[in-house]
Structures are given as structure tokens and as C-alpha cells.
């Protein structure tokens, strides 16, 4: 299985601010992906990051918000920009091989 | 995407079997069935994956019938480590490799 990791684990930043989370995956994945938790709530998928091209956004997420960046097959990021309070959440990547696999999340708090 | 019902949550045992049944209605033909579990502040695990019949791995079961309309997710004598929250999900065919997370069901294993 894919073991994936997510830097930073977590932070504390300012409203207005932008944060990029990264994401590294320890093989060449062809699909990664990127979701967000609410506090006590279900994943909700953000994008899915393609490798050469953009990003393909759900319903409610926009680049400008949520850019994300995939330059090879084993490593992305995802910003969070402009943030206020109501991003505060934890933001997790995934990777496919035969099946999904997660890393850990990074738990963003915004005042 | 299919969407799935399963129960909100669920009490049991330590050495007790634990049943959580997920109903998938309107799966499509080639979509997998997939169940992970998540812990606090951790990123889903990946538990087990069917398309028919019985899996079974060394942690689940995974029993599918004939019609692929429901599953069941089958803990063989949980511990109080099982505690956690358990999602089902479907995906893998029309909608490729993006999965839906619904509600999940909380599991509770009481000493």
C-alpha cells in the first residue's frame, strides 16, 4: 500500500493569509486526491489533482480558493487561500493505486 | 455517484462480532465496494474492498449479496481499539476513481 505523508501536521494562522500543504506520496500514484473534514463531520473531496494540467474541482471548491499544484506522480500541493475562520478544518490527501489510501491530514486553524 | 445509508452508530462489546450493514442502492455495474476506518486525528484506513459475494482479510469481512445493493461489514471479537468511525463507500465505475463519503457510522466498544 501507499504510504503518504502531509506537511505541515497542523497550524495556526492568521485570517487573510494563505497556507500550502504538501503532499508525498512513497511511489508513483496515478490519481491523487484532495478533501476537507470539518470538525466531527464526514470527507468531503475538494479536487481531484492531475498530473500535468489542472486541477478538477467539485461542485462549491474553486481554484482561486483551493489552487493545487501535482508536478509529478508522487508529490502535490494544496493552498488554502485568503483564509478566514470558516476554513478551519482538517485537509487530507489521498492517492490511488488498486484502492484509496489517505495520509494523515493536516488540522488547520484559522483566527 | 452512488450514495450510501448506513447506521449513525453502533454500541458493542469487547470480543463481541460487530455488523454494520451499508445499503448502496443504485451502485452501478462496475463499482467497488470499499470500507474504511478512521480514528481521531488520523486519515482513513483502508479495511477491505469486494465487488461480489465474500472477502474476507485478516481484520473484516466483507459480505456482498447477489443483488450488490447493500453490503456488510463484518468485525470479527472487536477490542476497545476498534473504537472508531467506519464509512462505506462505493466508486470505481462511472464516476472512476472518486469516492463519496457518507455519514459513517460510529463504533463504540465497551469493556
Known amino acids: 500500500s501507499a504510504v503518504i505523508s502531509q506537511k505541515p501536521s497542523r497550524d495556526i494562522c492568521q485570517r487573510g493569509t494563505s497556507l500550502t500543504i504538501q503532499c508525498q506520496v512513497d511511489?508513483?500514484?496515478?490519481?491523487m486526491f484532495w478533501y476537507r473534514q470539518q470538525p466531527g463531520q464526514s470527507l468531503t473531496l475538494i479536487a481531484t489533482a492531475n498530473q500535468g494540467s489542472e486541477a478538477t474541482y467539485e461542485s462549491g471548491f474553486v481554484i482561486d480558493k483551493f489552487p493545487i499544484s501535482r508536478p509529478n506522480l508522487t508529490f502535490s500541493t494544496l493552498t488554502v487561500s485568503n483564509m478566514s475562520p470558516e476554513d478551519s478544518s482538517i485537509y487530507l490527501c489521498?492517492?490511488?493505486?488498486?484502492?484509496?489510501?489517505f495520509g494523515p491530514g493536516t488540522r488547520l486553524t484559522v483566527l | 455517484l452512488a450514495k450510501t445509508t448506513q447506521p449513525i452508530s453502533m454500541d458493542s462489546y469487547e470480543g463481541q462480532e460487530v455488523n454494520i450493514t451499508c445499503s448502496h442502492n443504485n451502485i452501478a455495474t462496475n463499482d467497488y465496494i470499499t470500507w474504511y476506518q478512521q480514528f481521531p486525528s488520523q486519515g482513513p484506513r483502508f479495511i477491505i474492498q469486494?465487488?461480489?459475494t465474500k472477502v474476507t482479510n485478516e481484520v473484516a469481512s466483507l459480505f456482498i449479496p447477489a443483488d450488490r445493493k447493500s453490503s456488510t461489514l463484518s468485525l470479527p471479537r472487536v477490542s476497545l481499539s476498534d473504537t472508531a468511525v467506519y464509512y462505506c463507500l462505493v466508486g470505481g465505475g462511472a464516476a472512476g476513481n472518486k469516492l463519496t463519503f457518507g455519514g459513517g457510522t460510529r463504533v463504540l466498544v465497551k469493556p
Open positions: 489521498s492517492a490511488q493505486e488498486n484502492t484509496q489510501y
Open positions: 511511489s508513483q500514484v496515478t490519481m
Open positions: 469486494g465487488y461480489k
